[in-house]
């Protein structure tokens, strides 16, 4: 199976996907999903100290979530 997978701009609610001459497929499904940039974490060592916090043999549920690590919506 080939996969083209690109972020694109959209204009006047247009996209335009260049297709590598290696493509042969003569349909494809197309899935268009909303993208959002990702903001930059301030502290880069955060991510540590949470890691840190949850490796441990005995964790409650509450303990296990990580706010450094966001789960995008979609």
């Known amino acids: 199976m080939q996969i ?8 006047d609610r247009r996209i335009v ?6 493509f042969y497929a003569k349909e494809v499904e197309i899935i268009v999903i909303p993208y959002k940039k990702r ?3 301030d502290d ?11 490796s441990k ?3 409650t549920e509450e ?3 990580i706010p450094s690590w966001k789960i995008e919506e979609f």
Not at 17 to 22: E, W
């Open 17 to 22: 996907i260049d297709l590598p001459d290696s």
């Open 4 to 11: 083209v997978r690109e972020l694109k701009k959209v204009s």
């Open 63 to 65: 303990e296990i979530k």
């Open 39 to 41: 903001g930059l974490v």
């Open 44 to 54: 880069k060592n955060r991510w540590k100290k949470d890691f840190l916090s949850i």
């Open 57 to 59: 043999w005995d964790i």
